[in-house]
Every structure is written in C-alpha cells, then in structure tokens.
C-alpha cells in the first residue's frame, strides 16, 4: 500500500498474475537494453573499415613525408624534388582525417540507433503498465468506499462501472460490532414516603416512676 492505495489484489490467484506482471517489466526492460546494447556494437563495427582508412592514411604521409625529407638533402635538385612528395603526405593526412571522421560518425549513428531500439518499446511497455497499475489502484480506492453501500440497485451499477470486489480480486471487509441505539426510558418518578401503619395499635406507655 502507498499512500492509501492498494496495488495488489486479496485473492491469490489475481494477487499472482500481478506479481508475475510486474516481474515481467524488469526482464522487458533488460531484454531490449541488450538489444539496443547489440545494435550499437554492430553499429560500431560497421566502422572498422573507416579505422583501416585511418591507419592506411596516416602511414602514407608518413612514408611520404620521410622521402621528402631524405630527397630533400640531394645536392642542387633537393629543393625540388621534395614538394611532390608533400603534397603526396597531405593527401594521405587528408584520408587519415576523413577514416577518422567515418568512425566518429558512425559511433554516433550506432549510439543513436541503439538509443532509440531500446527506449521505445521500454518507454511504450513502461507507459501502459504503471496506467495499468494507477488505474487499478484507483479502482480499489471507489470499491472500498462504496463497499457498504448494497442493495439490489447498487449492484449492478457497481458491476458495470467495475467497481465490484469480485472483479477487482478483493475479499470485503470484516463488518465491525453494530452500535445499538440507546433506549428511550421513561424517567423514574420519586414515590412519597409512606405512612406509618396505624391499625388501631396503641404502643403501651411507659411506666411511672415510683
């Protein structure tokens, strides 16, 4: 109970599909966590080709830019001999660059579609259990108010709206001692004393002193 609400039914066999369905939200959950998990990691793999185009970019200027250095120490051609060789080393930068660039881009994209796999059916299951689970609580809240209400009217009204404890898995209430009313009585009016009894009785007289 929270907050006065009730969330889980009397009856057990209705008490048991609601633990077995809430228990069934976790495993959703970290099953499409895994899913979306996979998907970045293939996402992510897919740029491997991008990270050979990196190492192979970046070689190339290397070489490149170490036969420039050394044609550069010819005598007399040296000087010229070396910007092609430069520009050859730019080029290779600009591929390791762009090979760079490809796996930033894709490690993005597979963050995203891995996102998006798994929040959407989190967040859509998320959504229609706690409205489920709210809704219910609800429900068992006007059940219990109007549970002493009863009568051959009130029962199917209570049906329809749902509202009886028979479709919610609840057990009524224990009916508590019934206060009697008081009895009216009429008040006790006072009797006057009675008479002493006279019936011609005489008490004898004291004797006199002699």
Same mark, same amino acid.
Do not use: C, I, M, Y
């Given at each position: 109970m929270l907050g006065g609400l009730t969330f889980y039914a009397d009856q057990p066999a209705r008490r048991t599909r609601q633990v077995v369905g809430d228990l069934l939200v976790p495993v959703w959950?970290?099953?499409? +966590?895994?899913v979306g998990?996979? +998907?970045?990691?293939?996402?992510? /793999?897919?740029? %491997?080709?991008? /990270?050979? =185009? #990196?190492?192979? *970019?970046?070689?190339?200027? *290397?070489?490149m830019t170490d036969a420039g250095s050394r044609l %550069?120490?010819?005598?007399?051609?040296? #000087? #010229?001999?070396?910007?092609?060789?430069?520009?050859?080393?730019?080029?290779?930068?600009? +591929?390791? %660059?762009?090979g760079r660039d490809i796996q930033t881009g894709t490690d993005q994209l597979g963050q995203l579609l891995g996102l998006l796999t798994a929040a959407l059916p989190i967040l859509l299951v998320l959504s229609f259990w706690a409205l489920a689970r709210w809704r219910y609580a609800q429900r068992v809240r006007l059940a219990r108010a109007i549970e002493a209400y009863d009568g051959p009217d009130v029962a199917p009204i209570k049906a329809i709206a749902g509202l009886?404890?028979?479709? =919610?898995? =609840?057990?009524p209430r224990a009916a508590g001692p019934v206060?009697?009313?008081?009895?009216?009585?009429p008040p006790v009016e006072p009797q006057p004393p009675a008479d002493p009894p006279t019936g011609g009785f005489t008490p004898p007289a004291s004797p006199e002193p002699r």
């Open positions: 959950v970290a099953l499409w +966590v895994w998990t996979t +998907v970045h990691a293939r996402s992510a /793999a897919a740029g %491997q080709g991008a /990270a050979k =185009l #990196e190492t192979a *970019g970046g070689d190339f200027a *290397g070489s %550069q120490r010819v005598p007399v051609v040296g #000087e #010229e001999l070396r910007p092609p060789f430069d520009r050859a080393a730019t080029a290779g930068s600009t +591929v390791q %660059q762009a009886d404890l028979a479709s =919610l898995g =609840l057990n206060d009697q009313p008081p009895v009216d009585r």
